[in-house]
Nanobody, 121 residues
Framework: VQLQASGGGLVQAGGSLRLSCAGS????????MGWFRQAPGKERDVVAA????????YYADSVKGRFTISRDNAKNTVYLQMNSLKPEDTAVYYC???????????????WGQGTQVTVSS
């Protein structure tokens, strides 16, 4: 599966952004999806993940209550709604797909290109 992330940009603290990740292929709906981020000098960490059906989700503690992951399998797209953004959310955000059941938190099979999110204070 090929993934294309979009929606990043520059926003002031407290603002919102919605990231989108469009996937190719008729099997998109069978993949768990995740959003990861990597800040300069730091490791890439999982931010949120969603099961293939959309019924189960995971959020990192740092984004709980502020970010929402969702998916529209009819459109082969997964979203990350980011509200109440903070400067520490600044990073390159990546979407990823994995064929395992449940909500994998690492070892994803397929990756999209990153999209930069910058939050100014």
């Amino acid at each position: 599966v090929q993934l294309q992330a979009s929606g990043g940009g520059l926003v002031q603290a407290g603002g919102s952004l919605r990231l989108s990740c469009a996937g190719s292929g008729r099997t998109f709906s069978t993949y768990a999806m995740g959003w990861f981020r990597q800040a300069p000098g730091k490791e890439r960490d999982v931010v949120a993940a969603i099961s293939w059906s959309g019924t189960s989700t995971y959020y990192a503690d740092s984004v709980k209550g502020r970010f929402t992951i969702s998916r529209d399998n009819a459109k082969n797209t997964v979203y990350l709604q980011m509200n109440s953004l903070k400067p520490e959310d600044t990073a390159v955000y990546y979407c990823a797909a994995d064929g395992r059941r449940g909500i994998p938190l690492k070892g994803y099979d397929y990756w999209g290109q990153g999209t930069q999110v910058t939050v100014s204070s």
